[in-house]
């Protein structure tokens, strides 16, 4: 049978069959509890609530991007210590926020310092390159001449020669602090040619999480790489062409800002999940706050608040990295101990911690997780020791007791986010097909209207008809079994909308 849309008044689908209600994609998130800036430290709070008055993002970005950007800077030159036990304090961030957050804006401001100091390192680099090109082309054409006489020099002078010649220079360490798309080879090239203390920072998260890194083929390699460097341990690195080493004295820091539908591919990976990575990662899912931020006009440069956070930055970067004797980019970092009375405090949160692992209790769900929550309150206030005096000799009380704080946060959003994979991405696109459907104002649709006209990420034929199945599945759409003619063609494949 056939109708024209035109033909409602004779003909009415809707009429003819009991429809449940439209059913939610997703399980509501509850709401996000506030993130803690005040926990952060005088330096760093000073600073968020600068941030906050002029771009009004959410809380949290100010505060992952600040400790991402403090923990960056400080990570080479102390781990912390506790016993017998030795942690390094690189922190592994995600933040989620849809486009619009003022993700970038949170993030230029904050790696201002670094981005400064990345760039002074560079000019010095290319300068000493330059002397190294000299140095190494002379050492070359050296060396080339001694080969050439090899047939007409005897044995012994043959070797006294190539003995004064002496060993290749050595080229100086690059000085890249900032990445932000690294294939893992890249990364560790750039971790043995150069400086031994690195982030990856990035405000569009997606290129790293959907980049070539994270493919099906890289996936786990990338991410037990990863996870190696958060550990501190050697990293193994075979080549076809190197052969085989290791890796080590090397550390690095990650903040990834994405948007919910990339981070629900991270959060819903079981990979991830069980290769540890996720459980590594401070994340943070802050409520929108679009629709309040009205405008400002304040000045940024001659803030003090902002310019004794830069200062700090600059300080803590441009300190001379402490390195194994006789390597030029072989981290020993110095031991920082936790203070008798931040231990009595951190023994009542791991006890706390441990206790709440156990079947049924409050953390059962998420036992990856919550299980490296004490290291975690270590590395935060390790950080936000040195931030506050960059020569402290030991991480206080009053350090251990903010990382407490923040990491009480980072538990009750594992709480909200991990059990339900923060959004299924699959649900996610299905959701921003049903908002489409809805501001269209139409009562049929064509698949191949949805993969021609609908969302970019929606246009494609199986993905379109995939979606569609389960919004019927939920009730939004309900097929049309034998099509129909819309806007003068016979369509197969249409959809009557129900929301």
């Not at 933040?95 to 401001?109: F, H, L, M, N, Y």
């Not at 760039?119 to 082309?137: C, S, T, V």
Request: charged share 25%; with cysteine.
């Amino acid at each position: 049978m056939e109708f024209n849309v035109k033909d409602e008044d004779k003909f009415n689908p809707k009429s003819d069959v009991n429809l449940e209600p439209p059913q939610p994609l997703f399980r509501e998130l509850p709401p996000a509890n506030p993130y803690p800036l005040d926990a952060l430290g005088d330096i760093l709070h000073s600073a968020s609530l600068v941030m906050k008055e002029a771009i009004q993002a959410p809380d949290a970005l100010y505060g992952q991007s600040l400790l991402g950007a403090s923990a960056l800077a400080v990570q080479g030159l102390a781990d912390v210590v506790r016993g017998d036990a030795r942690h390094p304090i690189s922190l592994f961030l995600l933040t989620v926020a849809q486009s619009g957050e003022r993700k970038s804006a949170v993030d230029k401001i904050v790696l201002k310092a670094h981005r400064e100091i990345e760039r002074n390192l560079i000019i010095q680099y290319e300068g000493a390159r330059h002397f190294y090109d000299i140095k190494n082309e002379a050492w070359e054409a050296k060396k080339k001449a001694i080969l050439n006489r090899r047939k007409n020099t005897e044995k012994h002078e043959f070797e006294t020669d190539l003995q004064a010649l002496g060993v290749k220079p050595e080229p100086p360490p690059s000085q890249l602090i900032l990445m932000d798309d690294p294939t893992l080879e890249g990364l560790q090239k750039a971790l043995i040619c150069g400086r031994p203390s690195v982030g990856l920072f990035s405000d569009e998260g997606g290129l790293t999480m959907g980049g070539h890194s994270m493919n099906a083929d890289n996936q786990l390699k990338t991410i037990s790489g990863f996870s190696k460097l958060w550990d501190g341990d050697a990293m193994p690195r075979v080549r076809a062409g190197d052969g085989a080493t290791k890796i080590y004295g090397k550390r690095m820091c990650l903040h990834l800002m994405m948007q919910p539908r990339i981070a629900g591919l991270v959060t819903g990976n079981d990979q991830m999940k069980d290769q540890g990575f996720l459980s590594r990662n401070l994340i943070a899912f802050p409520e929108s706050t679009a629709g309040s931020r009205f405008y400002k006009d304040l000045d940024f440069a001659n803030n003090l608040a902002l310019t004794r956070y830069y200062s700090t930055i600059k300080e803590a970067l441009e300190m001379p990295l402490p390195m194994m004797e006789g390597k030029s980019n072989e981290l020993k970092p110095r031991k920082l101990p936790v203070s008798q009375a931040g231990m009595n405090l951190w023994i009542l949160f791991h006890n706390f911690v441990e206790e709440n692992l156990a079947e049924g209790k409050k953390f059962s769900t998420i036992r990856g997780f919550a299980s490296k929550a004490p290291e975690q309150v270590l590395r935060i206030a390790a950080v936000l020791s040195l931030i506050q005096d960059i020569n402290a000799q030991n991480v206080g009380k009053d350090q251990i007791e903010s990382a407490i704080c923040l990491m009480q946060f980072y538990l009750s959003e594992a709480l909200r986010l991990f059990d339900a994979a923060l959004i299924n991405p699959e649900m996610l696109l299905a959701q921003k097909l049903s908002d489409w459907l809805k501001l269209r104002g139409e009562s049929y649709i064509s698949a191949t209207t949805v993969y021609h006209q609908g969302p970019n990420s929606i246009r494609h034929k199986a993905v379109a008809q995939k979606l569609l199945n389960i919004l019927e599945e939920h009730n939004h759409v309900r097929k049309i079994q034998d099509g129909m003619v819309i806007e003068g063609k016979k369509r197969k494949d249409v959809w009557e909308i129900l929301v």
